[in-house]
């Protein structure tokens, strides 16, 4: 029969081997809750307080819900991720000098992939910007509100080709900055959907480089341009609004207009664009540079 020496030191090692375990294994789905605690394993029945507390607690490529409306505070994703709070705001309050959400993910990282969904980042005045894109494969933005900021609403500043970012369903309204900076270095794919961007600075610039497609969007009330494209930039505007901004689109680089209303802006269009004969441009203070007809007149049917 064992000795005490023996359940002793039995006991000892169980002990041991329950202090080194760790506290709370990451998971595939984690939740968030104004009443968490970060402590918390982030389950459902037991959520985080925080987004930046929850990340640490999810496996790559996993997913941190909203259990309830709460500001869930700042973070910087470092890993394939979704943060979802559709069907329940979740709520990022920017601080002084700080920005919303940083992406920044390990180039180790298999997917390299990120997506934001029914979120309100607020900068009251004071906050940085709202998301700061650094490094990523892949950024889809969907169903945001981004307002207030002193610099910029989203910053895409990646320094890698072949990226994507997707922006849908969302408002980004009274910034300082720009509402989309499109700043990536390489080559950036960007699509805009149903996107308002209202009383900023800029509703949209594009950098040299970068490859924008605008759909069913509106760009009013900018201090100084509704959309402006850079040398060696592409964009093309589609069913979208352009109105009372300084100038609504202005560009050095190549743009195409279509089914679009340019209207109200103190210049209507500065620089070359090429038109495919469906927008109206009218009421502006300066009509500016006409657009230049793309393809010879086709018939209604069997347009090109």
């Given at each position: 029969?064992?000795?005490?020496?023996?359940?002793?030191?039995?006991?000892?090692?169980?002990?041991?081997?329950?202090?080194?375990?760790?506290?709370?294994?990451?998971?595939?789905?984690?939740?968030?809750?104004?009443?968490?605690?970060?402590?918390?394993?982030?389950?459902?029945?037991?959520?985080?307080?925080?987004?930046?507390?929850?990340?640490?607690?999810?496996?790559?490529?996993?997913?941190?819900?909203?259990?309830?409306?709460?500001?869930?505070?700042?973070?910087?994703?470092?890993?394939?991720?979704?943060?979802?709070?559709?069907?329940?705001?979740?709520?990022?309050?920017?601080?002084?000098?700080?920005?919303?959400?940083?992406?920044?993910?390990?180039?180790?990282?298999?997917?390299?992939?990120?997506?934001?969904?029914?979120?309100?980042?607020?900068?009251?005045?004071?906050?940085?910007?709202?998301?700061?894109?650094?490094?990523?494969?892949?950024?889809?933005?969907?169903?945001?509100?981004?307002?207030g900021l002193v610099k910029n609403g989203i910053s895409d500043a990646r320094a890698e080709s072949g990226?994507?970012?997707?922006?849908?369903?969302?408002?980004?309204?009274?910034?300082?900055?720009?509402?989309?900076?499109?700043?990536a270095t390489q080559p950036d794919n960007v699509v805009l959907d149903n996107v308002q961007a209202i009383?900023?600075?800029?509703?949209?610039?594009?950098?040299?480089?970068?490859?924008?497609?605008?759909?069913?969007?509106?760009?009013?009330?900018?201090?100084?341009?509704?959309?402006?494209?850079?040398?060696?930039?592409?964009?093309?505007?589609?069913?979208?609004?352009?109105?009372?901004?300084?100038?609504?689109?202005?560009?050095?680089?190549?743009?195409?207009?279509?089914?679009?209303?340019?209207?109200?802006?103190?210049?209507?269009?500065?620089?070359?664009?090429?038109?495919?004969?469906?927008?109206?441009?009218?009421?502006?203070?300066?009509?500016?540079?006409?657009?230049?007809a793309v393809g010879a007149p086709a018939p209604a049917l069997g347009q090109q």
């Amino acid at each position: 029969m064992p000795s005490n020496k023996f359940w002793t030191a039995a006991a000892i090692a169980a002990s041991l081997f329950v202090i080194s375990a760790p506290a709370h294994a990451a998971q595939s789905r984690t939740w968030v809750s104004g009443v968490g605690d970060d402590a918390n394993p982030c389950s459902r029945t037991s959520p985080c307080r925080t987004f930046a507390g929850a990340m640490g607690k999810t496996v790559a490529n996993g997913t941190i819900n909203c259990l309830d409306p709460a500001g869930y505070g700042t973070v910087t994703i470092t890993q394939s991720m979704t943060i979802d709070c559709h069907e329940i705001l979740g709520s990022v309050l920017v601080p002084e000098g700080v920005t919303g959400i940083v992406i920044n993910i390990d180039p180790k990282d298999t997917l390299r992939t990120v997506r934001l969904r029914n979120l309100d980042i607020s900068g009251a005045g004071v906050g940085s910007e709202g998301i700061s894109i650094l490094a990523a494969a892949a950024v889809i933005v969907e169903d945001l509100e981004i307002t207030g900021l002193v610099k910029n609403g989203i910053s895409d500043a990646r320094a890698e080709s072949g990226t994507l970012l997707v922006v849908k369903n969302t408002t980004v309204a009274n910034n300082a900055g720009v509402a989309i900076q499109i700043g990536a270095t390489q080559p950036d794919n960007v699509v805009l959907d149903n996107v308002q961007a209202i009383k900023n600075s800029f509703g949209v610039a594009i950098a040299k480089g970068n490859s924008v497609t605008i759909n069913r969007s509106v760009f009013a009330g900018n201090s100084k341009s509704g959309i402006q494209a850079d040398s060696g930039a592409q964009m093309t505007l589609d069913s979208s609004v352009v109105s009372n901004n300084v100038t609504g689109v202005s560009t050095s680089g190549t743009v195409a207009l279509a089914n679009t209303d340019i209207t109200y802006n103190g210049t209507g269009v500065s620089g070359v664009t090429s038109s495919f004969g469906t927008n109206r441009i009218f009421g502006n203070t300066s009509a500016g540079t006409a657009p230049t007809a793309v393809g010879a007149p086709a018939p209604a049917l069997g347009q090109q």
